[in-house]
């Protein structure tokens, strides 16, 4: 069973580090990657058919037979849910969520939002609502559909935006296992330039104009 679980993290390893090194420089060539990541050409070979395969990554041919590596919106989402999944079995990851957090929290009172719902019932919205009382912003409820809870940390949990009675100024996405698609629900509510985003999550601003689905 170990095995199989360290087998699966390895793999998840190869897989966030190839889509990172995609999204850095699409033209680095397989050889690069293969001694960026420490691992085989072949393997790097096999791996970047599999992410093609699955829609997370495209090619395009470039000139003197090289290839040009481009993530698509799958696999920006695809490496945004990894590097969630890597920091939280990681102990630097409530660190780095504070660190966020306190960040996106500057942010927020930078833009003159003082009252703020968070996108996702998790870890993260714990380190937020935390982060939240030495920052002076308030929390006024928890956005998460699939939650069973009324209430988690002292915030009231719904299942929509609609459902919040309280005013609010802004949305924080804090949903650690769908953070893309908790992005895409809080900017279709609220409009992009009123939901933030820890870095940690890897959530890509929208550009305007374009359609958040």
Do not use: W
């Amino acid at each position: 069973m170990d095995r199989l679980l360290d087998a699966e993290q390895d793999n998840e390893r190869i897989v966030l580090g190839l889509l990172t090194s995609v999204e850095t420089d699409g033209e680095r060539s397989q050889r690069h990657i293969a001694a960026e990541l420490g691992i085989a050409l072949g393997l790097v070979n096999a791996y970047l058919k599999r992410c093609v395969n699955k829609g997370l990554v495209k090619v395009n041919n470039a000139p003197a037979r090289r290839y040009v590596y481009y993530l698509t919106p799958h696999g920006f989402a695809e490496k945004s849910r990894l590097t969630v999944q890597y920091l939280s079995n990681s102990f630097s990851f409530f660190r780095t969520a504070k660190s966020d957090c306190t960040q996106v929290l500057d942010a927020a009172k930078a833009g003159g939002f003082s009252r703020l719902v968070l996108a996702g019932q998790s870890d993260l919205a714990e380190i937020a609502i935390l982060c939240a009382v030495e920052a002076s912003v308030d929390i006024v409820g928890i956005v998460d559909p699939h939650s069973q809870l009324a209430r988690f940390v002292g915030i009231d949990v719904f299942k929509s935006y609609a459902e919040v009675a309280q005013h609010f100024d802004a949305v924080i996405v804090t949903d650690l296992s769908s953070p893309s698609p908790a992005f895409e629900t809080a900017v279709l509510a609220l409009g992009a330039d009123r939901v933030l985003a820890p870095a940690l999550l890897g959530l890509r601003p929208l550009a305007k104009g374009v359609s958040a689905t």
